[in-house]
């Protein structure tokens, strides 16, 4: 197939051109190395500097990244990047539109499918309706009038899936979580990543990384750390990520702050500390998220405590030993103690972002005619 691709250009925080940032970069680059001609078009909300760039794919396949910016005030480069996007979809030619990242993305893929008469697919690592950019007038009924009118949705977790399905009633939805790439997730020598990020070389580390934020339940972590350092002199927190401002961590010897650590690093993040906490609330957002990280830390061999909220929780509900209930006194202090001590790694298969690709790519084929083999344009 002839695939075009809609995303915004800043993802969790990364560049998904330059930094080559996870779902929305391998997402594209796995349909490509499956045999697939990809046109990946990234918009930027904030200014960033204009990208074209071709990646090299063995095969049959291609991968081509073109970034715009909005411009001056959010909106005032959309006119110029409607003009584009509209002129390079024409002259690619696909078979198929596949958007996502956010509403306005589903939106914007829509609008495109219905001026070049393609189907087009929408890709959901989240719920988006959770994202501050819905509260837009107009926006949420938008996006889901496009999820409506989609040939297909793929969506990070089950729970997001079944939400969708009352959404965009007969529309087919697959679950697609976001997940690892093999070759850089892999547990590290201990004391070797320890010694490498500037960590305690003996104790028991805790880490917590990402978003570091009250709405995610992160004040809970910080209050089982106090509680437990008191009886523990062994027990360090280490925290990595955005913090909140107005949560800011306790001011505690053992409590360690990395700062934001490239993504590049996480794998020796994670293989350094003893046990990782996801913390999670059941929000519009905590409900139906499937953090990546949860793949990325069991790839590294690390045991994880998360909260026993959404998609997580029905992931490891056959291991309770790995989950923790927020609202239950003390339970997550137990759940620290009891991973340390007899620490659980659930025996779960992890997919590649190169399975998920092929998985995606299968699901879009069975919902439009075969495409007829052409001449790939030249840019």
Known sequence: MRIAVLWKRRYMGNDVITDRYARL???????AQDGHAVLALCLSYRHAQPERRVDPISGPGSLVWQGYNAGPGWVGGLP????SALAQLRAFRPDVLLGGSDAPHA????HFARRLGLPYYIDLYDNF???GLTRIPGLLSLYRRALCGASGIAAVSDLLAEYVRTLAPGVPVITLESTIDPERFFARDRQAVRARLGLPAQGRLVGVSGSLARSRG??????????LSADDPTLYLVLAGDLDRRMPPPR???????????H????YFFSAIDLALIPMLDTAFGRYAFPQKAYEIMACGTPLLTARVGALARTLADYPACLYDGAVPGELDRGIRRQLTEPLLPPLPIPSWTQQSVRLAAFMAEQIPAARPRAAPEF
């Open 252 to 262: 505690h010897p053992r409590v360690l702050y990395l700062g934001r650590i490239p």
């Open 107 to 110: 939106v914007l893929t829509q």
């Open 264 to 267: 590049a690093e996480m794998p």
């Open 25 to 31: 970069y391998e997402l594209p680059l796995g349909l």
């Open 129 to 131: 309706e959770s994202f």
């Open 218 to 227: 992160v004040d809970l972590v910080y209050e089982s750390f106090l509680r």
């Open 80 to 83: 110029g990047y409607w003009r």
